[in-house]
């Protein structure tokens, strides 16, 4: 049953045009912007001015995605700060995912050295009360979609708490959902990658980028300051192979105008390719977090056909499933193929060969950014330019996109003012409570 703002929606919709709403959702937000929202922002401000010690919350869902980490060891460095990680329920799934991911996310983040506190007792069936409990001074939320966290902390219940984001993926691609949802226009500030991305939220977004503040992406850090952090990632072999990535996207159907998988088309085919060079290669199959719900949901796939399919890739001697925090994975291959989005721009960190997995619909789901990383790539479209792309460019080191990879990385994947992304974010906030 419609409730009664989507009844209202829905009028609205059907009785102005499109330019009209659009004028009307304007004048809303520049009310929202000039007479709430920095109302309680400056209230907020003045109040931390007076604090010794700022308390930061995250609020992680996946530990797949996460993307704090230079930012939250910089944090706890420094007397000014007190980082905390709670990890919050994705309820989209149902219950048992969301105890499962909680259950892997409070385990990474305890072995990664945090103070992390896990939001739910299953034995009381009861949550952390964020505000009471755990008195925040900043939020630091991790993924923009209503309906994935749990309502109660989404950022609309919090709009005298200072909040912040950096997108959970580098964003190729130009739908309004990964940077103008109501989410993104209420943040306190809006940390994003580049000058390009930034004159798109400019341009688009309902307050004009008002909150937006280019600091450059924190994996950064990750792929060009820190050492591997872990030797043991790919599977041990009797000889040396190169090493290739197979990352396939969720999209199996339309997500939001979002259609990019080619899982169906090749899911076979990569098993099949994993013996055909198997003295010469090893793949590890690295699926988008979604994937593997959505193919239980598939009506040709279902859970049993998923999971035998997900065991297969451990199974084999040259080939492996990856399916936690992929810096040490990507910096230890030798390249990848897949069609996925953010990805399109995180690999070119790497500089390493790529191959992107074309449907038809690619280009026109870019934004500027993204069409300038999908330029860098190999594309393929059938098997043929998979198997030329694999013999060519990783066994016969025939890379003839090199150049493009290395001036696409100087242009647009270092951050500004000779500092890493999490220093511009640091900077920020103190500036701001000066």
């Avoid at 912007?33 to 700022?54: D, G, M, R, V």
């Avoid at 409070?106 to 072995?111: A, L, N, P, Q, V």
């Avoid at 939320?141 to 902390?153: A, E, Q, S």
């Avoid at 449907?359 to 790539?377: D, I, M, P, R, T």
Wanted: glycine letters at 4%; charged letters at 25%.
């Amino acid at each position: 049953m419609e409730t009664m703002t989507e009844i209202i929606k829905r009028i609205i919709k059907n009785i102005i045009p499109a330019s009209g709403r659009r004028k009307i959702r304007d004048a809303y937000w520049w009310y929202i912007q000039s007479f709430i929202k920095q109302k309680y922002e400056q209230k907020a401000i003045s109040n931390l001015k007076k604090k010794e010690k700022i308390r930061v919350i995250f609020l992680a869902l996946y530990e797949s995605v996460w993307k704090y980490d230079s930012l939250y060891q910089l944090m706890k460095a420094d007397k000014m700060f007190e980082p905390i990680v709670l990890v919050c329920p994705i309820i989209n799934y149902g219950h048992k995912h969301m105890l499962e991911q909680m259950e892997i996310s409070f385990k990474h983040y305890t072995e990664l050295g945090y103070n992390v506190i896990i939001s739910y007792n299953k034995e009381t069936n009861t949550f952390i009360d964020l505000e009471k409990d755990l008195q925040p001074d900043i939020l630091f939320y991790t993924n923009p979609y209503k309906g994935l966290i749990d309502d109660r902390y989404y950022i609309d219940r919090f709009p005298h708490i200072l909040t912040c984001y950096v997108p959970y993926g580098f964003n190729p691609v130009k739908f309004e959902w990964t940077y103008n949802l109501d989410f993104h226009n209420l943040l306190w500030r809006f940390f994003c990658e580049t000058e390009t991305t930034k004159r798109m939220i400019d341009q688009k977004s309902f307050i004009h980028g008002a909150n937006c503040i280019v600091t450059g992406y924190p994996l950064y850090e990750k792929f060009c300051r820190e050492p591997i952090r872990s030797l043991n990632t790919w599977k041990k072999q009797n000889k040396s192979k190169k090493k290739l990535i197979w990352a396939p996207h969720h999209s199996l159907e339309d997500c939001g105008g979002l259609q990019l998988s080619t899982f169906l088309q090749y899911y076979t085919f990569f098993l099949e390719l994993a013996q055909i060079y198997f003295d010469e290669i090893q793949i590890a199959f690295k699926p988008h977090p979604l994937l593997k719900e959505k193919l239980y949901k598939h009506p040709d796939w279902g859970k049993e056909k998923t999971d035998l399919y997900y065991k297969k890739w451990d199974n084999n001697l040259n080939t492996q499933l990856f399916e936690d925090e992929y810096i040490d994975l990507f910096k230890t291959s030798d390249a990848i193929i897949h069609d996925c989005g953010s990805f399109t721009i995180e690999y070119l960190y790497t500089k390493k060969p790529c191959m992107y997995l074309t449907n038809g619909h690619n280009l026109e789901q870019y934004n500027e950014l993204g069409k300038q990383a999908f330029n860098c790539y190999y594309h393929g479209s059938n098997e043929s330019d998979i198997q030329s792309f694999i013999q060519d460019v990783i066994l016969n080191g025939i890379d003839v996109n090199i150049k493009k990879r290395e001036d696409f990385f100087t242009r647009n994947l270092l951050p500004p003012h000779r500092l890493t992304a999490a220093e511009n974010i640091i900077n920020e906030i103190k500036k701001q409570l000066q």
